[in-house]
């Protein structure tokens, strides 16, 4: 087979011309022999710029033009179009292919025996492992200490001398040997172990990222859903800036559970008394301190279940900072220096307006801002209806709520006036749907002949009616 390879010494690769093709009528290959015959001299030019000839390139199936054959990258006649490489170019690039990758691998070569050299210095301690082993072992079997490939290293690293024996020589005893040889696998081990603790530790560390992001994004989301509620239906600005985790302490928990439960109950009966003075208003929590979050606390978690219920305390702007400091007290007990302010008809106690009677709460509410403090109250009523009417602990009016233990009730959100005017100066009332038409025309007034006639009845005034009576005595007698 001519694989077109006469004159690839002289010329190399980017020098190496179409001479031949692989399947080439005999008249064609005998005008290649004679173009590679031709003279430059006589043709006045360089021997590198004598090419073939028209007749002869212009008769090349596979060169596809006359200047193109000097391009080692030319893939074939039609160009990028049909992409039709030939087979000359291909064994070109297969050839050059086959240098490259010899000269890569000698430098691969090279740069395998320097690390190779390297990676024996790291073994070490593994053929020290190795010794031990085999001391352990001959020891024990009652022969000398076997050549094992810890000595084929050392041998590796430091040619044999008459000073240096070949094997090195180890005084440990058998029981030495074996604890040794645990030490070495003990750690092999705990290396083990330790990693994979690592990564398990680091995946469900960041498992429990990913989910404590996702609840954080799902609580600022139904924050910021719950506040343009309440301002669109009752223009009331929630002030209740939750830290960037989410509630993190019980009490924050509690006090953002009952405003997504109990927030559109009491914001409806409030919202009535605000907009009246034609402002909007806000709400917000009431800072507490420590103490008086646990006693609440602490009161809940003695409580059944549903007990927590909404309520609305009316008090004096000056009151706030008492409040906030101590929380609400009953007046006078254990010489707290509260005292009684509005009177105590139902007893001394703190008392608390129902939800639906916002009203009451606004009379006692006095101050420029007018604040009503909404309370998280834990009422036993709400577990046993029937049986607890009065108690010793609460009493109940059909408005308010009287508790006489001071644990029971905590302000949870301080409700106040605004300086924007409100828009509207009462809440809009629902609006109510149209009763459907009817379908069937209401029935006519039925005609024809009364046969019940209506008695004729003449009205006379009180003189007649006296004179008229008389004359009908007087007929009797």
């Not at 954080?216 to 509620?229: C, F, G």
Request: with cysteine; glycine share 6%.
């Amino acid at each position: 087979m001519d694989l077109c390879l006469d004159g690839f010494d002289d010329l190399g690769f980017d020098g190496l011309g179409p001479s031949r093709g692989w399947s080439m009528k005999r008249g064609h290959r005998k005008r290649l022999d004679a173009a590679s015959c031709r003279n430059p001299k006589k043709m006045g030019k360089a021997s590198e710029e004598v090419g073939l000839g028209r007749s002869a390139a212009k008769r090349s199936v596979n060169s596809g033009s006359r200047n193109l054959w000097r391009d080692p990258t030319y893939l074939g006649k039609y160009g990028s179009d049909y992409h039709p490489q030939t087979r000359r170019n291909n064994l070109r690039r297969r050839m050059r292919e086959a240098v490259y990758e010899s000269e890569e691998l000698e430098s691969d070569w090279e740069d395998c025996i320097v690390l190779s050299l390297e990676h024996v210095g790291s073994l070490e301690a593994k053929w020290k492992y190795l010794e031990v082993a085999s001391a352990c072992s001959s020891t024990t079997a009652g022969f000398d200490t076997a050549s094992t490939a810890s000595d084929f290293g050392w041998e590796f690293l430091e040619p044999t001398t008459p000073s240096r024996p070949c094997t090195p020589k180890i005084d440990i005893s058998p029981w030495q040997a074996a604890l040794r040889r645990a030490e070495l696998t003990a750690k092999e081990y705990a290396q083990q172990s330790g990693q994979a603790e690592s990564r398990g530790t680091e995946a469900s560390q960041r498992r429990r990222r990913c989910k404590r992001a996702t609840i954080v994004k799902s609580i600022q989301a139904e924050m910021q859903k719950l506040a343009q509620e309440l301002r669109s239906k009752y223009q009331v600005h929630l002030n209740y800036d939750l830290p960037s985790a989410g509630p993190t302490t019980p009490f924050e928990k509690l006090r953002w559970k009952f405003l997504k439960d109990h927030a559109n109950a009491f914001c409806a009966s409030l919202s009535v008394q605000y907009l009246r003075c034609g402002r909007q208003w806000n709400l917000k929590p009431t800072p507490l301190p420590q103490a008086v979050e646990d006693r609440f606390l602490s009161a809940c978690a003695r409580a059944s279940e549903g007990e927590l219920q909404p309520a609305l305390h009316g008090t004096d702007m000056s009151n706030l900072s008492s409040i906030y400091s101590q929380g609400l007290l009953i007046p006078g007990e254990r010489g707290n220096g509260v005292r009684i302010a509005n009177g105590s008809v139902h007893g001394v106690g703190i008392y608390t307006a129902y939800v639906k009677d916002a009203s009451l709460s606004w009379l006692y509410s006095r101050g420029e801002s007018r604040p009503v403090l909404v309370c998280g109250v834990l009422d036993p009523r709400a577990r046993k209806p029937a049986s607890h009417r009065n108690s010793g602990q609460v009493a109940y009016t059909h408005s308010a709520r009287i508790f006489f233990k001071d644990d029971l009730v905590s302000p949870l959100f301080e409700a106040s006036l605004s300086s924007i005017p409100a828009s509207s100066c009462t809440v809009p009332t629902p609006t109510v749907a149209a009763l459907p038409p009817r379908i069937l025309p209401p029935d006519p007034a039925k005609a024809g002949p009364r046969t019940r006639l209506r008695p004729t009845v003449t009205l006379l005034n009180s003189a007649q009616a006296f004179l008229a009576r008389r004359a009908a005595r007087k007929r009797q007698t």
